[in-house]
């Protein structure tokens, strides 16, 4: 039986691995729970990283600017409904 391309890429790509790529002490399955409940990752320009330091930073200045732009997007609702 002929061994598909497939099985061929997988052989290659282990040949390719880089030697200073040590998964001697990798665990499988670390962050699939995370992985699973969905994440977004958003990258947070440079210019901007000195007001935003974490995570949490940016969460906590996103949820004060929700309100305002929740209103404002009702507001322009009503207007074009009018």
């Known amino acids: 039986m002929k061994k598909s391309g497939r099985q061929k890429r997988r052989t290659g790509d ?3 691995m880089r030697q200073e790529y040590d998964f001697s002490r ?3 399955g670390v962050t699939a ?3 699973a409940q969905g994440a ?18 940016v969460n906590e200045a996103l949820r004060a ?18």
Not at 68 to 79: D, E, K, S
């Open 14 to 16: 282990r040949d390719t």
């Open 26 to 28: 990798a665990v499988r």
């Open 33 to 35: 729970a995370r992985y």
């Open 40 to 57: 977004n990752v958003v990258v947070i320009d440079p210019d901007i990283l000195d007001v935003f330091p974490t995570g949490a930073s």
């Open 65 to 82: 600017l929700a309100p305002v732009l929740r209103q404002n997007r009702l507001a322009v609702a009503r207007r074009r409904s009018a």
